[in-house]
Each structure stands twice: as C-alpha cells, then as structure tokens.
Nanobody, 115 residues
Framework: QIQLVESGGGLVQTGGALSLSCAAS????????MQWYRQAPGKERELVAD???????NYVDSVKDRFTISRDNGKNAVYLQMNSLKPEDTAVYYC?????????WGQGTQVTVSS
C-alpha cells in the first residue's frame, strides 16, 4: 500500500521560510516523478513544483526563484524549501505521486503566512 506523509508546515511571517518533507512508503520512488500541490481556501488545487526521476524540476511561475523542490531517493522522500513566503502562499500543501495511472496523495500540511 502506497502512503505519503507530509510534515513541516506551520505559521510564518511574510518573508520567512519553511521546509516541507514528504516520506513515501510502499513504493520505491526513485523512478517516478513527484510533485507538490497546494490548495488555498475556495480555490482549486494547483501544481506548485515537480521533480522527475533525474532530478529535473519545474515550478509554477508564482513560486519560481523562491521555492526549491528536491528529492532523496535513498530516503524515499521529496522536499520543498520555501523562502520569501508571501500571504498568497497560504494553503494546504500536498505531496503527490502517480503510479500506473493512479494518483496517490498525502494528508496535507497547512502553511500559513501572516502579513
């Protein structure tokens, strides 16, 4: 059974930083792309960052140059370093992996940025 568990969310002031972690179990993640999504209240879930099996990453424009996605295949984990946080980054952040056309999500971790 594939499970994803996020951690590292919290409350931070504008301009601050947070680091999110996602630990996977039930699968060897090294050959799969992994993503971080977020969902703000009243908004649709959006893709924030993606990292493929070779470590190549992509970001939504709104977080470029502020967020960094990384992975540690030995630990079956993916991370999201978030710097220069803004109030509009406030959301629940989810880790995601697609395996054989099936989507798996973590439970989410709340990130709140105060102005």
């Amino acid at each position: 059974q594939i499970q994803l568990v996020e951690s590292g969310g919290g409350l931070v002031q504008t301009g601050g930083a947070l680091s999110l972690s996602c630990a996977a179990s039930g699968i060897i993640t090294s050959t799969y792309s992994m993503q971080w999504y977020r969902q703000a209240p009243g908004k649709e879930r959006e893709l924030v960052a993606d990292i493929n099996s070779r470590g190549v990453s992509n970001y939504v424009d709104s977080v470029k140059d502020r967020f960094t996605i990384s992975r540690d295949n030995g630990k079956n984990a993916v991370y999201l370093q978030m710097n220069s946080l803004k109030p509009e980054d406030t959301a629940v952040y989810y880790c995601h992996i697609r395996v054989y056309y099936r989507d798996y999500w973590g439970q989410g971790t709340q990130v709140t940025v105060s102005s």
